[in-house]
């Protein structure tokens, strides 16, 4: 069932079926099959190892995978005649690990695909490129070389470089990942304005309220499958008769088993535990009873609706950061 924001999306832009890729032994990618409308902002989330950014790679061939098709509209990109640099030219892709020439200042690198690639005039591509390094805050970080740049702002000055040709199709491969608070809402409201402004996006993050915070659409994987879609509130709404309550115990505490029958209980890191319950009272009951016995206090209480990482632990039964 759709979503109200996704109504304005258009048609499908690209279309992945069957992504099969193999490193030695290892099967990292194993049947991945998903599709992005024109406008859609979706975002890959999985632990790590898990597949997402060989995903990225394979669909624009920077790996080449086993098996499976992609499509750019009715572009086969995966197709041996297919001019893989005319469809790289329309996907601004920036990478986990940045990809920035250190050697040359923000300015330079962000100039470089106009005067290289696009043959633009040197003074007009250095003042479109002045313009691209504004709107993603570094105006005052031209002439920095990135060793000079801290991790946010070299994440910004990736993007703007994926940007700088603008692309309609436009892959952050964990563009927040090591960053802090500050620095990851700023590149969350880059990403907002290339949805606001019509771009098609996908986005690969382990945290679950980045996901939360800016997709449409959610594609989560684990071990190189895509094991739920849709978007956060479609997957959310499958645990909604649940709610959950979480609180800290120490890690040898047992609860009886007739508050077990009520609810499925896990342990999490730094003695989180976390219940998840369609009978809120009786459980609730069941706890203030086990608290009297067993002398624990409950502590740091909490009641809440369930959100992507329950999702990710109903389906997996693990944490998505484990
Ligand atoms: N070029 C490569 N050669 C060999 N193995 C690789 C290569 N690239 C990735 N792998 C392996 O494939 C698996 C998936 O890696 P990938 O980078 O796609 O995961 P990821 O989901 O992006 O993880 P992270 O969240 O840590 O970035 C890992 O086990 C990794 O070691
Ligand atoms: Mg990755």
Redesign the pocket.
Known sequence: MPSGTENHLGDTILRVEDLHKR??K?E?LKGVSLELRRGETKVVI??????????LRCINQL?VPDKGRVWLDDVEITHARTNINHVRAQIGFVF?DFNLFNHLTALQNVSLGLIRVKKMRRDAALERARKELARVGLEAKAGAYPAELSGGQKQRLAIGVALINNPELVFLD?PTTGLDPQARRNIWAIVSGLTASGKTVIL?T?YMEEAEALSQMVCIMDHGKVIAQGSPRELTSKLSQETIVEFLAPDGASFSPALAERCTITRGEGGLVSVKTSDLVGTLGGLLDWSRSSGEPLAEMTVRQPNLEDVFLSLTGRRLRS
């Open positions: 490193y030695g290892d990292v999985g632990p790590s190892g898990t597949g997402k950014s060989t995903l790996s986990q964990e690969t382990h």
